[in-house]
């Protein structure tokens, strides 16, 4: 204890030296926090995109592909499903419920969702989330639509604000359905999903944009349908881009699989919503991979800063030993009294970067949500990052040796002669 | 006749791979006794004082501290026994930056237990002690206490190396050069403490000095070119 003491005093003797190096670990230690942080909510919330469901269905492809352009809005779908094949596989017993979802369409670089009202009823998000609105109601006539958080936030609609959908999904359009214009009728509550970002319709609504396309060219002269003439036309779609499916018992899941997979009308692809989303995870967990690895070596360097500072120390220092061996102070006791110093550095620089890391989600948190749909709680330290502070209280310590050795041989060399 | 606190017989050193620096056929440290040991720089005085204090090894005969040889210890041992025992005033710059005066005086005490013990037992506690020795050198400001070393002068400062040497009375108190830093006035006062409380503390005081304007203050003095043989192989 009375070792500790002398280090610490020894440490405020070199205030200045002391709290550079304390900074320089605080920051790096804000920084690895940061970073893993941030990868584990990313992690977190890419996982809550979609829960609930059991399958997703669309034409075959890549498990991957399909998970991005039915959950993630990113990308496009090769094929689709016909509205029989539809019908075939939502009514299978084991089936509970079945959400269509029909793509294709934009509006300023939103994606366009055909869908019915089963979305609003059977889809969920994070931990059993549902949908809910925070203005309005779900589509109900022909030309309703539903928008999400983000849009109504960043393009400023309100209820009931007209809006022209563009075909195909780029952000700028040549096409737009500019004679069948849509009006919202509902404003969804952040999800903190791509479900913000999305305008759902129905799928006559979708049916109507396109009635009247040609070899996906508007019609033009009488072939032309008006938005009213197409209320008045079936509007059963003829086929859709994916669907979600619910099951009566998660035991049945393989089975309806198998089924769908070998679905002789045409080739279709179910794939576990879950493993799809493992899959994608590890591809992006590369890029994760290599953020935690430049932060681990930002705290490495802060560390070696501390060595440097503390090695630097080392020869000005050398009478303060010989003083210590004076008074009876043995070489182990000057090894100790560096490892001590060292530590008490490091661990001053995890509790400032703490300290730090807690002021920056204090200060960004409400950022992080509104721009990014990031949840950043202020939560208690997770055990994956006590390991890493932990990890770094060691490196620091077997880092501490290397000047503590050579102050111990210089200890053993200079004995009871002080060197000036 | 009784034992000598400290004696050295037949002792041979040499640093690695450098010739033999030290060479003492004989000497010794009585009980109580003031010696005056006058030493030029590279005389090899350091290196003795090394040898006293067993943190080095002669490669040939032995270093005896109250009876027992140095060379039978291990290096553990001789560093508890030094600190047990002896007390060090070095030339200058004796006190740790970051300590209290207060705080200075103890450190002894803190490694070494019998000390520790001895002061509480004759003081009452061991802020008694470290106050009554200050006091004893002249340094009565009980503000001075709080104060870190460095605020102080450098006679001051001495002083506080010399009640930090003292404190638990240790048997033998070693001063290298105390006073050099000092002006002639301050010198003589300051030996003339330090004699007063070695025999207070009834420790025996080994003084190394160029200076031999100081010897005639002492019970013997000695001089180390001529105690030691291998200085004299070497002139002749």
């Known amino acids: 204890m009375y070792l500790l003491r002398l280090a610490l005093q020894s440490l405020s003797n070199r205030r200045v030296t002391a709290l550079l190096t304390v900074l320089a670990i605080a920051l790096s230690v804000t920084l690895l926090l940061t970073v893993e942080r941030v990868r584990s909510e990313a992690r977190a919330s890419f996982a809550s995109t979609i829960s609930g469901t059991d399958l997703i269905v669309g034409a075959r492809s890549g498990s991957v592909q399909l998970l991005l352009y039915s959950v993630f809005r990113i990308g496009n779908a090769t094929n689709n499903i016909r509205w029989d094949s539809y019908n075939d596989i939502s009514t299978l017993p084991q089936v509970k419920w079945a959400i269509p979802i029909s793509l294709g369409d934009s509006h300023r670089g939103f994606r366009v969702m055909g869908t019915d009202q089963s979305y609003f009823s059977h889809f969920r998000f994070g931990r059993d989330k549902q949908l809910s609105f925070s203005q309005g109601k779900a589509f109900d006539d022909l030309y309703d639509a539903v928008i999400g958080a983000d849009i109504a936030r960043e393009l400023n609609y309100q209820l009931g604000t007209e809006l022209v959908l563009a075909h195909g999904a780029g952000a700028v359009s040549f096409v737009n359905h500019a004679d069948k214009p849509f009006r919202v009728s509902g404003i969804l509550t952040k999800t903190g999903t791509p479900v913000d970002r999305t305008i759902h319709i129905s799928l006559q609504g979708i049916e109507a944009l396109h009635v009247d396309w040609q070899q996906g060219m508007p019609a033009r002269g009488s072939a032309h349908v008006s938005a009213d003439q197409a209320r008045e036309l079936d509007l059963t779609p003829s086929a859709i881009t994916a669907m979600l499916l619910g099951l009566n018992r998660r035991i049945d899941t393989f089975a309806v699989q198998r089924q769908v997979n070998q679905f002789t009308g045409e080739p279709l692809l179910a794939i576990m919503p879950g493993v799809a989303l493992q899959e994608l995870w590890s591809l992006l967990s590369v890029a994760e991979k290599a953020l935690f690895l430049v932060s681990a070596c930002v705290v490495l360097t802060g560390l070696v800063g501390m060595l440097s500072a503390i090695l630097g120390s080392l020869n000005e220092r050398r009478r303060e030993m010989a003083i210590l061996r004076s008074v009876g102070a043995k070489p182990w006791h000057i090894f100790s009294l560096l490892v001590l110093e060292a530590m008490a550095l490091t661990a001053s620089g995890i509790l400032l970067g703490l300290a730090l890391l807690y002021l920056g989600l204090w200060l960004a948190q409400p950022i992080l949500e509104q721009q990014y749909g990031l949840f950043m709680p202020l939560g208690w330290p997770s055990p994956a990052e006590c390991k890493l502070l932990a990890a770094i209280l060691l490196a620091s310590l077997l880092l501490a040796c290397i000047p503590a050795w050579r102050a111990y041989r210089l200890a053993l060399v200079d004995g009871l002669s002080i060197k000036t | ?236």
């Open chain 2, 1 to 236: 006749m009784t034992r000598p606190l400290l004696e050295l017989n037949d002792l041979r050193f040499a640093w690695p791979k450098q010739p033999v620096l030290l060479d003492i056929a004989h000497f010794a440290l009585q009980p109580g006794e003031r010696l005056f040991l006058k030493g030029p720089s590279g005389s090899g005085k350091t290196t003795l004082l090394g040898l006293l204090g067993g943190v080095h090894l002669p490669q040939q005969g032995e270093v005896t501290l109250l009876g027992q040889s140095l060379s039978e210890l291990s290096a553990r041992q001789r560093d508890r026994f030094r600190a047990e025992h002896s007390g060090y005033i070095f030339q200058m710059f004796n006190l740790l930056p970051y300590l209290s005066v207060l705080d200075n005086v103890l450190l002894p005490c803190r490694f070494a237990q019998q000390r520790r013990q001895r002061a509480e037992q004759r003081h009452g506690s061991l802020n008694a002690a470290a106050i009554h020795l200050l006091q004893g050198l002249g340094l009565n400001d009980p503000a001075l206490l709080s104060r870190p070393a460095t605020a102080l002068s450098i006679g001051q400062q001495q002083r506080v190396a010399a009640a930090r040497a003292l404190i638990g009375s240790p048997e033998l108190v070693i001063a290298d050069e105390p006073t050099s830093a000092l002006d002639a006035d301050s010198r003589e006062a300051f030996i003339k403490l330090l004699f007063a409380e070695c025999a207070e503390a009834g420790s025996s005081l080994l003084f190394v000095s160029h200076d031999t304007a100081l010897a005639p203050l002492f019970d013997r003095s000695l001089a180390l070119p001529e105690l030691n043989r291998a200085a004299l192989a070497e002139v002749n």
